[in-house]
């Protein structure tokens, strides 16, 4: 069995591996606290929506995690309107708690983190790594640092690093399975509709729950497409460019597929503010080209 710390290290660069480290111990802890910090509180996050208990406990967590790490520049958080300072090379956009209005009906959630070399907000040309972390069934963390998707899942039990190699260099299966995406198909754009009857028609088959972690994540193992479309209402979608599309994004051209706006590749694209958002496609590259 290959654990987290020895697989990193000799193929991530020492201050990613101390990241990635940091973040899976950090993920163990928000995991035990998920089933017992589930309240709305009456905060709003920078993109106005209402926050848990757990978002703002993951938040924490995770940032102070990634602060005393000494290996990064600046964190900025979905749950915070400024970054907080640190003294490292690394700047982090994460999502410490994604998928948190699944929580009340016990659906999984999830983590994503995107590590830049340029202070953010920034286009993810200078993304140099980034992961997400699933909390299901299975405690998982998958990530790339430019070569190759990696998975690692948590065993109860395991003395020191509970993190072992569950999937090596992960490519998107030839022939997409499944699709999933957001909003009500009444508001989706016209091509978008066109597309996914299409889909229909070709066999393959629903799979949407309501957490992008979760939902990327079957189209990483299973091949097909997710997307948070634009809206005829929402133009500019709803998921944010630096803390969930971009790591993503990074991760599903890594293994072998694409991401999109529907017209740009997603890494292309330079947000002007921390919270800026995009209409995304990713997954199977043809299917992603396609739409
Ligand atoms: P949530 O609002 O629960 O945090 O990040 C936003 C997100 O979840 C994604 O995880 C998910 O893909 C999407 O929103 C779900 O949106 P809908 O409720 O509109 O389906």
Redesign the pocket.
Known sequence: MTDLKSFLNDRAPADLSRLLLNIASASLQVRRSLPFTTKLTRGVNPSG?RQTEIDLYANEVFASTLLATGTVSEVASEEMAEPRKGVGRIHVAM?PL?????IATNNPVGSIFGFYSSPLPCSGEHMVGSAFVTYGPMLTLTYTTGAGVHTFVAAEGREGDPFILMEESSVIPSEPEVYGL??QRSDWIEPVERFVTSLEGRGLKLRYG????G?FNQVLRRGGIFG?PALKNKPHG??RVLY?AAPMAFISKRAGGYASDGSNDILSLAPTALAETTPLYLGSSGLVREV
């Open positions: 929506e999502d994604d998928g948190s209005s699944n957001g909003g309501g957490t992008f972690v939902d948070y709803k998921l969930e």
